[in-house]
């Protein structure tokens, strides 16, 4: 006998395809509505910077701490920010905040502190009109819904799910391309990972 909680199986798994197809679906349009162009600035400011801070927060921040994460395998000094061995953000410093509102209040006064240093920002937001972007040297315009945009007209996910998603697999990308560029071998980068855990 089937409980008020309980959900059929076959329709369980229904919907669970259909909910993959969507998230699947989306993050492709949005690969091929973003202007890769824009990244071409971002990846020289990665590669002309000697420490490189990044900022983000809730789930845009874990797809940051991986990004931070592959940046490290690659042998570039890369912080996060708000971690306690973090240091002071200097002049010739590249800060990269990712905000979907670009309105967050905490990276958009760290973006402030990091400028006023005189350090590089790039902004990766939906939000070219935000506070965020307009600190910044470079924005990365990421076309997908803000969290508070409940319309469904670019996202059917909740919230600020697709650029969370695509947060992640962007800076994947960008990571791919300057490891080709750079030309280190896997097993050079592989001498890079954690090995105490």
Known sequence: MQTQNEVHKQELVDNLKMS????????????????????VPFINYIRQSPRIFILSAGRSGFAMRSFAMRLM???LTVYFVGETTTPAIQQGDL?????????????????????????????????????????????????????????????????GSLFEQFLLLL???????????????????????????
Do not use: C
């Open 20 to 39: 993959l197809d969507l998230i699947l679906n989306e993050n492709l349009q949005l690969s091929q509505k973003i202007d890769l162009e824009t990244l």
């Open 73 to 75: 395998h690659l042998g």
């Open 95 to 159: 800060l990269i905040a990712a905000s979907g509102s670009g309105t967050t209040a905490g990276i958009v006064r760290a973006a402030e502190k990091a400028t006023s240093t005189g350090a590089s920002l790039v902004a990766l937001t939906t939000n070219t009109a935000s506070p965020l972007a307009k600190l910044a040297n470079h924005v990365v315009y990421i076309p997908a819904a803000e969290k508070e945009d409940h319309g469904g007209d670019k996202s059917k996910q909740y919230a």
């Open 171 to 197: 800076m994947d990308a960008v990571f791919q391309s300057l490891w080709k560029l750079d030309g280190t071998p896997a097993e050079e980068l592989w001498k890079r990972h954690a090995n105490l855990e």
